[in-house]
């Protein structure tokens, strides 16, 4: 079956610092890949999401490119912002449309 | 659309009592996911359904969690008994079927904080 590496956090990063988490992940084929967030006290929420090789996913600032050479699907952010305080999970897709979730990254801004 | 709708997203109980956490998934989803989430073990698939029809339940811990879908628009998780290690978050998700990459998106619910004391 699949699995992700991610990132171990947490990560504690000054408000308008670059951000990346990095994730790599085995799959049978050439999945969807997937980052959720999740902020304090709420569900998963998709961030964004790349569908074949090269797409770059992109959402609220945060990119992540699919590299199907190195099976990775790093996430970054240029600027953080402090709402961006979040638990971040990246996560390959499946044929029998199961997810494959990291351990997560916690993520927290300082102003 | 009111999105995936879970009850009660608090339940505190004692230890050897019946527990029911219920789901509402997103509707026209053919697909149905129970999750847990706890800090040892972060995110664990329990089983997902597929037109109501249970798919894969390999992710149920044991005989105590049991899980229905009686209709597409309603799901049930049943822990009879709970016990303390059964403390958790436990979140629905749903998404739609088709196979199709722009439909692959699974859509969560709030979750039900589980606390068995």
């Known amino acids: 079956g699949n699995s992700v590496t991610q990132m171990e956090g947490p990560v504690t990063l000054s408000e308008e610092a670059f951000l990346t988490i990095n994730c790599t992940y085995t799959a049978t084929g050439y999945p969807s890949l997937f980052w959720y967030v999740q902020y304090p006290g709420e569900g998963l929420q998709l961030l964004l999401k790349?569908?074949?090789?090269?797409d770059k996913g992109s959402n609220k600032g945060f990119e992540a490119t699919y590299r199907k050479e190195t099976t990775s699907f790093h996430l970054e952010k240029g600027s953080v912002q402090v709402s961006d305080s979040a638990v971040y999970f990246c996560?390959?897709?499946?044929?029998?449309?199961?997810?494959?979730f990291g351990k997560g990254t916690l993520l927290t801004v300082n102003p | 659309d009111a999105g995936v709708i879970q009850s009660p997203r608090h339940e505190v109980t004692e230890m050897g009592q019946e527990v029911t956490l219920r789901c509402k998934p997103i509707?026209?989803?053919?697909?149905l996911f129970w999750y847990r989430q706890t800090m040892m073990r972060g995110l664990e698939l329990l089983i997902y359904f597929n037109n109501n029809v249970p798919i894969d339940d390999s992710g149920m811990p044991e005989d105590r969690f049991s899980a229905k879908m009686p209709n597409a628009s309603f799901s049930t998780l049943k822990i009879q008994p709970s016990e303390p290690r059964d403390s958790a978050v436990y979140f629905c998700?749903?998404?739609?079927?088709?196979?199709?990459?722009?439909?692959?998106?699974?859509?969560f619910g709030p979750g039900t904080r589980l606390t068995v004391l």
């Open positions: 509707s026209g989803h053919d697909y």
């Open positions: 996560a390959p897709g499946g044929s029998n449309y199961k997810l494959t």
């Open positions: 998700a749903s998404r739609s079927g088709g196979g199709g990459r722009g439909t692959d998106t699974q859509y």
């Open positions: 790349a569908t074949k090789a090269d």
